[in-house]
DNA sequence: TGACGAAATTGGAACGTTCCAATTATGAAG
DNA sequence: CTTCATAATTGGAACGTTCCAATTTCGTCA
């Protein structure tokens, strides 16, 4: 019952052709005749013939795999970004290893040596918390292309791919204060990160901007989860001065912001202006519908596919970080609506 | 600045040791001696060697790679299925091929056979829609071990892990039944799946069992996400007699009939009762938090990676189907406050 | 007809590992 | 001091492909 491996050796036979021709045809050469193409063809469909890629980059030192590790793929944000770069990836004739480290530095350094191990030929990564450059070291030493996304490493000598997160946040509270806004607070996500740091330099400076203080107070941190967006909002709401809007983390949080102020009777948008960070897909068809600071991740996986491909394709590229552009989409949860009627009054 | 591969017959020169002695330490054999072992461990790490995986199973047949395929990794559901699978897989030293097929047979061949052409050792995956028994042959006539997951296929010979959709769906449906409702709809999911029709058969004999009269105006298909579960309810509300609480195809749809359901300025749980299905990580912490038929994805794709694990240490084993159990959770948006106030007055 | 260049094909070495059979070192028993 | 069993080590073949250099085939032109 065990059939055992067919072979470019068992093809050549068949066709009556060497091995030689039978690898030409397989790589799609246009030395090989036309005739013998179609022999060699049918006699791997006949046996049933599958290519051995273990074998063949063996020879050539050039695998089509590709790695993907991610710090948490139960959050939607980075499975629509693994989507993204699948989509790619697949489409270049590449498989990838996925791998996800739950924000575990040891579990990211074990899966990155496995996947070195099994010869990717580039990586794509967003690192667990506190990952730092000479983590990477022995990667980019070896000259594997990386390209970090969403989350920037100081000092390492690879690529990156984050987004305009200072600019994004600006935007959001901006608006904000346009509605009227002056208690606004910025809840959600772990103070120690790069990105958090950004949303939030963001968040002041349109405050200060604006001559509005700032008051460390409406800042709050939380794990960048829905659970985490209920407890920020939670903890916002038994201050003396109470906020009456709020630029959240990330939509995670913010969905878990609009939780917590329905279980205190509050609607989202109505009485109380929310803005997430992301824009997953769920923003728009919520209810209300989220107004969040697009970054696109289904489109940030596949630019950074798309970067790695190219600087595998080039070889040995010098590293290049994008940060991409972000905009602000308004929906519902900002209070939108009562902008509306206010229009039709105006 | 190209450094070329260190293998093992340079480890072999640096240790002083023939290149098989170094093969028997990277296996951990008891065959060697410990200071030797010590030894080849040092140049290991002074060369910086990575152990070329490709080679090795080159020679072996057997990788360490599975492959897991699912159709829509947007889905959460989805995603912690994969997220379970990755933890036992790293656990056991494999690394997992994840490709996402978005419900496209063709893709899905695709990836398919490039993961076969990959060498993984066995295969997890939950078939896009459509997918028959004769797209599966060629890969279990190759003798690779085969898990499905969440939809089984008809006559394929493979091992299948599902679960219990019917008697969720009877458990949700009585409990909705008990609690005073009469009009319940069943709303959201591709009509023309199995697991569809399994949860929809649940529904219906849970309905006859009580007496009431099944009405197919009530059942209401959609795209089985938030979107399609909106849409869903603002058909129902269409009716002339118009539900008072939904069993949902999954949590996605709850979680959108929710939605839709606050756009008329209706309070799910208070006003109209909703249970969804998956019990997804969100399910616990939304607002009203969702009664659900928990699967358990993660749970679920921690067994499936088990199960294949062990039959691919088996060699070739004989399929089996699971189907796993499942039970009612009792949280908010079903009434349960409703319930806890009656009891009290009891 | 012979010569020549282009087109097509080919054998063999190489990639980095594992496995087998064979060899050598070590130590215990007589 | 042999003899033997056991522990350690080793060289070489093999895995399935690609690549190179070499060879054969073919059509064209003088």
Known sequence: MVKERVTVIDIARAAGVSKSTVSLVLQGSSLVNEATRAKVNAAIRDLGYVYNRSAANLRQSTSKIIGIVVNDLTNSFFAELAVGVDAVVQSAGFVQFLANTGEKIERQREVVASMREHGVSGLIVSPARGTEAVDLAPLVESGIPVVLVVR??????????TSDNHAGAMA???????????RIAFLGGFPDTAV?????????????EAGIPVSDALIIGS????????TAVEQAMMLADRPTAALCFNDAVAFGVCDGLRARRLEPGADFAVIGFDDVIEAKTA?????TVSVDPQGM?????????KQIKAGKAEPEAI??????????SCGAAVERKREVLA
């Open 152 to 161: 920037d490493i100081a000092g390492a000598a690879v690529s990156s791919l």
């Open 172 to 182: 959001a509270v901006r608006h904000l204060i346009e509605r009227g806004h002056q």
């Open 196 to 208: 958090f740091e950004a949303r939030m330099r963001g968040y002041r400076d349109a405050l200060t």
């Open 223 to 230: 794990a960048p989860s829905r659970a985490g967006g209920v």
């Open 287 to 291: 209810v209300p519908a989220l107004t």
């Open 301 to 309: 996986g596949q630019r950074a596919a798309e970067l790695l491909l």
């Open 323 to 332: 940060v991409g552009s972000v905009r602000l989409v308004v929906r519902q």
